[in-house]
């Protein structure tokens, strides 16, 4: 009796409130519990509940403070004009609170079938922790997540400079007319048409500059000595042309000996087709030729004389009446 009693105690102060834990799978054995015993689904309630760590995180803002850009070099090869261009931007680094996010499941209880009852003792017995559940209500964390809550962010007052990707205009001069040209930092600008429309009789002064590169300050200028605005080349772009030129000729003349060829394969065609039909209807001539011929003997042989008014008509009478 005395162990009952003891058992009761222990029960009444194991079971007064509702069971945390960090395993689902007790809350979902409690449930399974009240569906055979209550005859009924347990409701589940889903809550997501943020608590804030010790923890901070640092990162680099996604926008740039300023963006540092220049021509390094440049360089010609044929016709194909190649930059070596610099584009670095300052990143300001961040601070932010790291906050813990838990989604936890609420399994309501059951207490009129729980502890107290005959039933309920006896699964208690076996199963105690899935029988508080059922008794008192369970809860259980599903998931857990974290982040950065940036809208707290404060600065570290550290910065770095990283290269970036930036399309530049870039203006070419010392031909016949300004050319612009829109490149990123490791497009290769082809010249082809430029040099092939521009009259060329001694070399040419050509400057390359970038219409919308930033040097910045002196400090940056500092960091990226080699870097400017604008580089002059002298170059002799006539025996490029000369060969754009020989280029362009053998072009044309395969052109016009493909529409040459084409134009004899149509004649041939033509003419084959041409044949043919001839040769159909010659065919077709001697169909009709052979019952004429056929129609004239009998006629012969009926007393016409050939030629006569009474022999066409003989003739032509036979061949209606076939």
């Known amino acids: 009796m005395k162990l009952f009693y003891v058992a ?6 194991g079971g007064c409130a509702s069971t945390n834990t960090k395993d689902p799978d007790i809350c979902r054995r409690s449930a399974e519990f009240t569906k055979k015993l209550a005859n009924r689904d347990t409701r589940v309630d889903y809550e997501t509940i943020t608590e804030e760590t010790s923890e901070k995180s640092e990162f680099y803002e996604i926008t740039p403070l300023k963006v540092f850009s220049g021509i390094e070099s440049a360089n010609l090869n044929g016709a194909n004009l190649t930059l070596t261009m610099t584009v670095n931007s300052l990143f300001e680094q961040f601070s932010a609170p790291v906050v813990k996010t838990i989604v936890q499941s609420k399994y309501e209880a059951h207490p009129l079938t729980g502890t107290f009852t005959p039933v309920g003792l006896g699964v208690w017995m076996v199963h105690p922790e899935e029988m508080n559940a059922f008794t008192n209500g369970c809860v259980a964390k599903e998931k857990e997540s974290s ?45 082809t048409s430029v040099i092939s429309n521009t009259k060329l009789s001694k070399n040419t002064n050509l400057k390359v500059t970038c219409l919308d590169c930033d040097l910045l300050g002196a400090e940056e200028q500092n960091l990226y000595k080699d870097a400017k605005t604008s580089i002059e080349l002298n170059y002799d772009f006539r025996p490029i042309k000369e060969s754009l030129l020989e280029a362009k000729k053998g072009q044309i003349a395969e052109e016009e000996r493909i529409k040459s060829e084409r134009a004899k394969r149509d004649k041939e065609a033509s003419n084959l087709n ?21 129609f004239k003997n009998q006629c012969k042989e009926l007393g016409f004389k050939a030629g006569s008014t009474d022999f066409g008509n003989c003739v032509l009478q036979l061949n209606e009446t076939k």
């Open 274 to 294: 041409a044949i043919q039909a001839q040769e159909t209807l010659n065919a077709e001539r001697q169909k009709q030729r052979v019952p004429l011929d056929g």
């Open 8 to 13: 009761v105690m222990a029960l009444l102060l």
């Open 147 to 191: 982040y950065s809550d940036k809208t707290r962010k404060v600065k570290t007052g550290k910065s770095e400079w990283r290269p970036t990707q930036k399309n530049h205009k870039i203006l070419v001069s010392g031909f016949d007319k300004d050319y612009v040209f829109v490149v990123a930092p490791t497009d290769v600008i082809n010249l």
